[in-house]
């Protein structure tokens, strides 16, 4: 019987009690119950056994690490595969590493490796759309998820075992023929460009990002940050290259565990792979850290802040450092939790600190951090950090104690039994072990290394490694709320500057070489779609399409007729629900007509005229007279005329204009960044023209266009486009 039952049964006979002595009315009432005969008086209990402490109780020591046998195989195709069978559960998972990062970012595309990762999956495969893989996963019960990060990509998959083909099927899609679609390469673009605006809501996030990028230097990739200048320059064509270039099979590694056979498992993932045969030269090694000491204190003003977060420390070191063990015991002694130095001092004993810790943070093939974090009340600033380092030279300056050193031991220790306790994890760090070079006994070498650390050993990197000297000190909060200056910590005190750039672009070379290069460029888009020659002869042309308007643009589909006449003359013409829409310019001068009133263009809208009147295509194509074209990359070139301006994106592969962006004026705010995106390409008087034409804005999506006819050199006259409504 459960305890919820004993529960019941006893509230039901206390309810049947309840019902005995109050009858209902008109009842006879029931005789009393009969006296209970007198009981013998209990014997006396004999005195309770105290309990033992809990510093009584005796553990036994822990086993060595035990690592399951990891059946390792390398596929004809290249591609290494890792099988860990799990029975306990019928579940398959599996995630392919692939030896890339956003350390592999060009300097003018920061966020290109993050964005690929995320496109990966999010932009469908060939055959698929993502909508359509997330109906089918969903449907099953299962996953496929794509990831890139500082020093590896990655493709995952899991399934119930029932399902596992299917899901095979799609995983093996997604990683070998992803297609990247433009409107999730905007939607991924929006949500980098969101967590940029948002970037110095939180105090705490500040501290640690800034402290990161001082240290390791802003101008390396450890120290480089998304702004929105560079994701709006990663373009479609640019997360192809990067995944063209990384992801072959050479350069892959596939784990895979649960409830399988492992040499069934072999066989079907090497007939599902057997179709990629991709190759590439080896990826080269990730840039190294260069980071010199940046000594000082870095103050980010935030006027709203209650409180002021910190990070101070140093360059730390690598896993496989021989003194990384003693390095993370006296970390730990210094402010690895309740029993911690900076603990005691400055949060129990000071009572100014809100949280305070420590930690020597490794990492696998670079230098890490040493960093001591945390938050203090704002007018405690400067005393708080003063005990900070003040604790920092006492470590540095004797032995600590037994007692601190076999706490921090059996932590350590203690803290490996949650790292390996399932087989998942364990094949995670047999992977970690395997990519970055490290041999698969690591974790008993560490192991063992961990309880040999010694009160000398922690003094002894304390004093080998740390430099309070060379700190760099990072304080996010209100300084007029500091109860002292931070000048008092004798240390140069340097602004942080939390500006965030706003969208915008940066000017394409303009040297020999790249504008040669841009007319090699344009002169292939000229030969794709008809040749200079055919665009040259177009004297006018009349376009009419069908406008659709993504619901949170507040915009009315509508009906347009475009009709142009050279050299600039451009008319459009649109009908909506809210009647007539008419524009004219005629390069330099222009007029705007509604069905509330016409009159001259000005400011924003005349300049958006003018840009209208310069990139029409086929005069945008020809970038004839004082017009410049210079190469921005290999397939994008920036084509220039007075203050106007549009970069137009090549297929590599025909040669076709793929994308047109260019800036538009905004009205009382920043230029309006806008994307274009060409498709549907058809014959009009030997010229191939683009039927469909997708527009985004600030990189989010916002219409398209359908045309329904197209006309070239029908004998327009001026004065019909002159004419107002």
């Known amino acids: ?32 119950p009969a006296p209970a005969p007198r009981k013998a008086a209990p014997a006396p209990k004999p005195a309770a056994t105290p309990l033992p402490s809990w510093k009584d109780l005796v553990y036994p020591p822990l086993h060595a690490v035990a690592i399951p046998n990891v059946e390792t195989v390398a596929l004809p195709n290249g591609m290494k595969l890792y099988l860990l069978e799990d029975h306990e559960l019928p579940l398959i998972h599996g995630s392919a590493r692939i030896r890339t990062g956003n350390l592999f970012d060009p300097a003018d595309k920061i966020g290109l490796a993050t964005l690929t990762g995320m496109v990966l999956r999010t932009g469908g495969t060939r055959s698929r759309t993502g909508e359509q893989l997330d109906q089918e996963l969903e449907g099953i019960a299962a996953s496929v998820e794509s990831d890139i990060g500082e020093s590896f990509g990655s493709v995952s998959f899991s399934c119930l075992k029932g399902n596992q083909d299917e899901v095979l099927a799609v995983f093996h899609d997604v990683l070998t023929a992803p297609e990247f679609r433009q409107d999730k390469l905007d939607l991924a673009r929006t949500a980098i460009g969101g967590s940029i605006a948002r970037r110095n809501d939180e105090p705490q996030e500040i501290a640690e990002r800034e402290f990161a990028n001082i240290v390791y230097g802003r101008n390396t990739p450890y120290g480089w940050q998304e702004e929105y200048s560079s994701i709006n320059r990663v373009t479609r064509g640019d997360l192809a290259a990067f995944y063209s270039r990384y992801f ?66 140093q360059l730390g070191g690598a896993f496989e450092d021989k003194d990384y063990p003693a390095l993370e015991i006296m970390a730990d002694i210094l402010g690895g939790g309740f029993q911690s130095r900076l603990f005691r001092k400055v949060r129990t004993e000071m009572g100014n600190a809100y949280e305070i810790e420590a930690a020597w943070d490794a990492r696998y093939d670079h230098p890490g951090l040493f960093v001591i974090s945390g938050s203090t009340k704002s007018v405690s600033t400067v005393e708080t950090l003063q005990a900070i380092l003040a604790e920092v030279d006492r470590i540095r300056s004797a032995e600590v104690s037994e007692e601190e050193i076999r706490t921090a031991r059996d932590t350590a220790l203690n803290s490996l039994v949650f790292a390996f306790d399932t087989k998942a994890k364990t094949l995670g760090r047999v992977l970690n072990y395997e990519y970055f070079g490290y041999p698969r006994d690591f974790i008993q070498r560490y192991q063992r290394a961990i309880a040999a650390v010694t009160r000398a050993d922690v003094l002894r990197v304390a004093r080998q490694y740390l430099a309070p000297a060379s700190f760099t000190i990072v304080a996010v909060g209100n300084p007029v709320q500091f109860g002292q200056s931070l000048e008092k910590l004798g240390r140069p005190v340097t602004a942080v500057d939390l500006t965030i750039p706003p969208p915008g672009k940066e000017a394409a070379p303009s040297d ?9 460029i344009l002169d292939r888009a000229q030969r794709a779609v008809g040749g200079a020659d055919r665009l040259a002869a177009v004297h006018d042309f009349t376009l009419t399409q069908d406008n659709r308007f993504d619901p949170d643009a507040r915009r009315l589909d509508a009906s347009e007729t475009d009709r142009w006449i050279a050299p600039g003359h451009l008319r459009e013409s649109s009908r909506d629900s809210g009647g007539p829409f008419d524009v004219y310019c005629d390069g330099t001068l222009g007029w705007v007509s509604t069905a509330t009133g016409a009159g001259a263009a000005a400011g924003p809208t005349l300049r958006q005229l003018r840009g209208d009147v310069f990139r029409v295509y ?86 398209e266009s359908i045309v329904t006819r197209a006309e070239i050199n029908t004998g327009l006259k001026l004065e019909d486009l002159e004419r107002h409504p």
Request: net charge negative; glycine share 8%.
């Open 248 to 313: 072959f099979p050479a350069n892959a590694a596939l784990a895979v565990w649960g409830d399988f056979d492992a040499p069934e498992m072999k066989a079907r993932i090497e007939k599902l792979f057997a179709d990629w045969t991709v190759e590439q030269p080896p990826v080269p090694a990730f840039p190294p850290v260069a980071a010199k000491p940046a000594a000082g204190t870095f103050l980010a003003t935030k006027p709203d802040a209650t409180q002021t977060f910190f990070s101070i420390g």
């Open 618 to 703: 086929f005069t945008l194509l020809l970038a004839h007279g004082e017009t410049s074209v210079a190469a921005v990359d290999d397939r994008t070139v920036e084509i220039s005329s007075g203050d106007l301006s549009a970069r137009l994106v090549v297929d590599p592969a025909t040669g076709l204009p793929r994308q047109l962006l260019y800036e538009s004026p905004g009205i009382g705010g920043p230029p309006l960044v806008f994307e274009e995106e060409y498709s549907d390409f058809r014959e009009v008087n030997g010229i191939q023209v683009p039927f469909h034409v997708t527009y985004h804005r600030g990189g989010k999506y916002l219409a």
């Open 512 to 520: 020999a070489a790249s504008l040669a290069k841009g007319r090699q």
């Open 1 to 32: 019987m459960t305890r919820l039952s004993v529960l019941l049964l006893l509230a039901g006979a206390c309810l049947a009690d309840e019902t005995r002595l109050r009858p209902e009315a008109g009842a006879a009432p029931s005789p009393p």
